[in-house]
Nanobody, 125 residues
Framework: QVPLQESGPGLVKPSPTLSLTCPVS??????????LSWIRQPPGQGLEWMGV???????YYNPTLKSRTSISRDTSKNQFSLQLSSVTPEDSATYYC?????????????????WGQGTQVTVAS
């Protein structure tokens, strides 16, 4: 198992950018060939896949969020990050980082077998 643990601000005001990070322990993200993804779940709704960064650094995004989403990785810190711009209360959700062990840059939450516990983000003024 490769522990993933999201970290984020919790309660935030509507703002230009929301940043979340996900340190990965137990395995190097450069040698493990994981596909690393961000997935969120708004209150009372289903899981929404936001995007993924493949082991080669290529990124793919949900078309509905693509203009506001950026996923990157820091191999020196063995972690990856999410930046979401133009954040509004509609972005309130539990945000999860997840990994596909086979490097599959899938666009479905069901294709990710390793998950963090989730971090709740509430956007309110």
């Amino acid at each position: 198992q490769v522990p993933l643990q999201e970290s984020g601000p919790g309660l935030v005001k509507p703002s230009p950018t929301l940043s979340l990070t996900c340190p990965v322990s137990g395995q190097s993200i450069t040698t493990a060939h994981y596909a690393l993804s961000w997935i969120r779940q708004p209150p009372g709704q289903g899981l929404e896949w936001m995007g993924v960064i493949g082991y080669d650094g290529t990124t793919y995004y949900n078309p509905t969020l693509k203009s506001r989403t950026s996923i990157s990785r820091d191999t020196s810190k063995n972690q990856f990050s999410l930046q979401l711009s133009s954040v509004t209360p509609e972005d309130s959700a539990t945000y999860y980082c997840a990994a596909n062990e086979y490097g599959n840059t899938a666009s479905s939450a069901e294709d990710y077998s390793l998950w963090g516990q989730g971090t709740q983000v509430t956007v309110a003024s």
